[in-house]
């Protein structure tokens, strides 16, 4: 690595991401015999299902940089933050990150229902990788940020959406990671809590932490990032300043 690299947290060489939308049919000896001979149309078919999420995204992100996405829906935003986060191998490319990664991706997907706050808080901090030691010292403060003291022991399956969505970013956030991973997380809760979320976010932006940060609102976007990344149909458009914004305004035609 270069001098110029030194400081670099997250590397992302031609990374693609397919995925196969086909529904796999039973098998039957009676299906098999029927089979026989439509191979090629079959092949055919299924590389019509294929799905490229992705097309040979490359970038690189430095320390303490704030690296935001913006695109459509379906332009291959949240795959991409899940492949950097490690959730997902892509089909091609590589991913090197330099740092312990957290990753606020679908806040709330390790919980279970069926389980009391108390309990979840242990269970998803497990998950992870904290200690019962480290919860146990860190509990008030996630339950105080959370604002759920009343409804610890109450079962999740009970919470609204935005209740388990606030206990799990306040888990994920008891600690200042190297490198975060945020993908549309500050509209959890009432706006009280948004703008509580959002002054969160900002102190471990202002410690040193390097973000990756996916959301639909542009000011949110405009405010909080360095770099805009524009994604369209799983290929990188632009990268750039707050003027990648304008540019995707303009033409989305807003």
Not at 97 to 123: K, S
Request: hydrophobic share 40%; net charge negative.
């Amino acid at each position: 690595m270069s001098e110029l690299e030194k400081d670099v947290m997250v590397e992302v060489d031609g990374v693609s991401m397919m995925f196969n939308l086909g529904i796999e049919k039973g098998f039957s000896l009676k299906q098999w015999f029927t089979e026989i001979g439509k191979r090629d149309r079959k092949r055919e078919e299924k590389k019509k299902n294929e799905f490229w999420a992705l097309r040979d995204v490359s970038f690189r992100i430095r320390k303490g940089e704030v690296f935001g996405f913006i695109g459509a829906n379906g332009a291959g935003k949240s795959t991409l933050l899940k492949i950097v986060a490690g959730v997902i191998k892509p089909t091609e490319g590589t991913v090197r990150t330099y740092g312990n990664v957290c990753p606020m991706i679908e806040l709330g997907a390790g919980f279970d229902p069926q389980l009391t706050a108390r309990e979840n808080i242990y269970l998803d901090g497990a998950i992870m990788g904290y200690s019962k030691a480290f919860i146990d010292s860190k509990f008030d403060e996630i339950v105080e940020f959370s604002e759920l003291r009343d409804f610890l022991d109450v079962p999740v399956q009970n919470f609204s959406s935005g209740m388990a969505a606030r206990l799990a970013f306040s888990i994920a956030t008891v600690v200042d990671p190297e490198i975060l991973i945020v993908d549309e997380i500050l509209s959890v809760g009432d706006i009280a809590f948004q703008e509580k979320s959002q002054k969160k976010m900002m102190s471990m932006i202002t410690g040193g932490t390097t973000v990756l940060f996916v959301s639909h609102s542009l000011e949110q976007i405009r405010k909080m990032c360095d770099t805009v990344l524009w994604l369209d149909h799983g290929t990188v458009k632009k990268i750039g300043g707050a003027e990648v914004c304008d540019e995707y305004l303009a033409f989305s035609g807003l």
